[in-house]
């Protein structure tokens, strides 16, 4: 039976959060961009990915204003944000953050980015390292010239396998996301099948993203001109690959966290090549999507890795 609620603006879910969280825009890097922020301390950035919004961090957002002036972000061409046509190369968008940090008041924040969000925040310490404290990673590496290898067929019985019976393990969507035009039409106003199964084949619990949430991601992917944002992030990661060559491993600290289907790879994607002072954990109990399965591990690890370094700089709030 379809739900005909009509789905929360972002000022209301901001509202619904426990703790003063509020929803506001800034224009920076020549687009508009829509965040959410709440709580007092260090500033700490959040950043998403597909097909979410900033909403995907409900979970953890309230507990971490217990120690942070903290900022849920929609990248550019995600939920209230603008959908320009071009500029979803990660190093574009890193300057949008960038900004977004100064703009916010800070010369610098925490960041911690899932998904698309884990390789903007890698991007973003490579091109502006000053602008980073610590970066933390959840469930996604950063695409190197490795990706470019990524089969367009299963490329073992155990992938074959994963496919059919409802688990993650081949990433049929980047090729997908790559087309121009065919992707609106076939899921323009009919996107929340594929939000079911991602879930369905990146959830280890189900009922860790309930159906409002659900709800909400479809809503905002379900027009041409969002799916062909979202798309953006992927269409350009050759371009990414390319730019990523060109810096040298990241210095600053960084803490990668992986779900149990992703740890053994990203061990192996995150090595000495991306960064000086890596480590990589293992979030037991989580598919993809760390955030809302483990928020409370999430939480637990964020404020181990930021710790110490979270004491009030004077930093504006």
């Known amino acids: 039976m379809t739900d005909h609620r009509p789905v929360p603006t972002d000022a209301e879910l901001a509202a619904s959060?426990?703790?003063?969280?509020?929803?506001?825009?800034?224009?920076?890097n020549g687009v508009r961009?829509?965040?959410?922020t709440g709580g007092s301390g260090a500033p700490l950035i959040l950043l998403g990915g597909w097909p979410q919004t900033w909403w995907q961090f409900r979970k953890v957002l309230p507990e971490l204003a217990r120690t942070f002036r903290v900022t849920a972000v929609d990248l550019r061409g995600m939920g209230g944000s603008d959908k320009p046509a071009d500029g979803y190369d990660k190093r574009t968008m890193a300057r949008d953050i960038h900004e977004l940090i100064r703009h916010l008041g800070h010369d610098s924040a925490f960041v911690a980015g899932h998904d698309i969000g884990a390789s903007l925040g890698y991007h973003l310490?490579?091109?502006?390292?000053?602008?980073?404290?610590?970066l933390a990673t959840i469930d996604l590496g950063v695409p190197d010239d490795s990706w470019l290898r990524i089969g367009m067929l299963p490329g073992s019985d155990e992938q074959a396998a994963a496919i059919a019976e409802g688990r993650g393990g081949?990433?049929?969507w980047f090729a997908f996301n790559q087309l121009r035009g065919l992707p609106e039409e076939l899921l323009a106003g009919r996107f929340r099948p594929l939000i079911d199964w991602l879930y369905g084949h990146m959830l280890l619990d189900q009922a860790s993203v309930e159906e409002d949430a659900r709800r909400i991601y479809a809503h905002a992917y379900d027009t041409?001109?969002?799916?062909?944002?979202?798309n953006g992030w992927y269409q350009t990661m050759r371009q990414d690959i390319a730019d990523l060559a060109t810096h040298a491993p990241v210095t600053l600290p960084i803490l990668t966290l992986a779900g149990e289907?992703?740890?053994?790879?990203?061990r192996e994607q995150m090595g000495p090549d991306k960064g000086t002072d890596i480590r990589v954990v293992e979030v037991a109990g989580s598919g993809h999507y760390v955030p809302e399965e483990q928020p409370e591990a999430v939480v637990r690890e964020l404020l181990a890795f930021f710790g110490a370094d979270?004491?009030?700089?004077?930093?504006?709030?």
């Open 17 to 28: 959060l426990a703790g003063d969280f509020t929803s506001a825009y800034a224009t920076v």
């Open 33 to 36: 961009l829509h965040h959410v």
């Open 125 to 134: 310490a490579a091109n502006h390292p000053a602008s980073v404290r610590r």
């Open 170 to 172: 081949y990433p049929w």
């Open 224 to 230: 041409r001109e969002a799916i062909r944002a979202g």
């Open 261 to 266: 289907t992703s740890y053994a790879a990203l």
């Open 310 to 317: 979270a004491a009030p700089t004077g930093d504006a709030r």
